[in-house]
């Protein structure tokens, strides 16, 4: 099965691609993309590293709420996301 795919308005094919996971030892914490979350999806909260030492980091919080736009990868200069297009 395909994936689901849409149109532009300029035209351009374009499937939206879903959040899947954000990997934790990469993300900086530094909220860039909870800010830009149009869709209230994304927030932070504490994590242990292997050292123990807590620290905030990107987690989905409302992954029903994702409709693909994909802003958040954008965003984050770590590239911490994982994506998923919907069959």
């Known amino acids: 099965m395909s994936p689901i795919s ?3 308005f300029g035209g351009h094919p374009w499937t939206p691609r ?3 996971v954000i990997d934790h030892e990469k993300c900086l ?3 860039r993309c909870v ?3 149009g869709q209230h999806c994304l927030g932070l909260e504490s994590y242990h590293d292997d050292e ?3 620290r905030f980091v990107s987690a989905i919080m409302e992954k029903e709420q994702c409709i693909g736009c994909q802003a958040c990868s954008r965003a984050c200069i770590r590239g ?3 994506f ?3 069959a």
């Open 18 to 20: 879903f959040v899947e």
């Open 35 to 37: 800010k830009i979350c």
């Open 52 to 54: 123990d030492t807590e």
């Open 6 to 8: 849409y149109q532009t």
């Open 29 to 31: 914490g530094c909220g």
């Open 80 to 82: 911490c996301f994982t």
């Open 84 to 86: 998923k297009a919907l």
